[in-house]
């Protein structure tokens, strides 16, 4: 029996190769966004969308959810995997807050690389690197992501 065929834009588990990196991106994120996220999420913590309440508790400046920050970050995954549901488990650990300054925002730079391939289960590995103002704001991003 042969191994299925990727989808156009997909790519197939045959032809990734340890080491290959997916398309690094920037995201730009603006207050604006951080609103829209709370009224989605639930989360409205004020942290989130009030400065004077962020520096009360001692942040810098407002800052983004992680879990929009994780977000950003699987989109990549997803996006390169051709469909979302192929992303079969993502995991990090939140290390820097993403400060998000009322005039400029923030960018949150995004990269991936495949670490490790399992060819009985057709997933790989896929280590990701976000930083933003030069901080790493996640660590040990992992996700592992099942081709055809």
Known sequence: MSAPSAAPGRPAFADVEV???????????????????????????????????????????????????????????????GDPGAVVSYTTRFTNPVVVDAEHGALVEIGGVVAARDEDARTVQVDLTVTCAGAKVLGRARAVVRLP
């Open 19 to 81: 080491g290959a990196a997916l398309p690094a991106r920037s995201v730009p994120v603006t207050r604006a966004d951080l609103v829209r996220y709370a009224g989605a999420s639930g989360d409205r913590n004020p942290i989130h969308w009030d400065e004077r309440f962020a520096r009360s508790v001692g942040l810098p400046d407002v800052i983004a959810h992680g879990m929009y920050t994780m977000a950003l970050a699987g989109q990549l995954v997803a996006d390169w995997a």
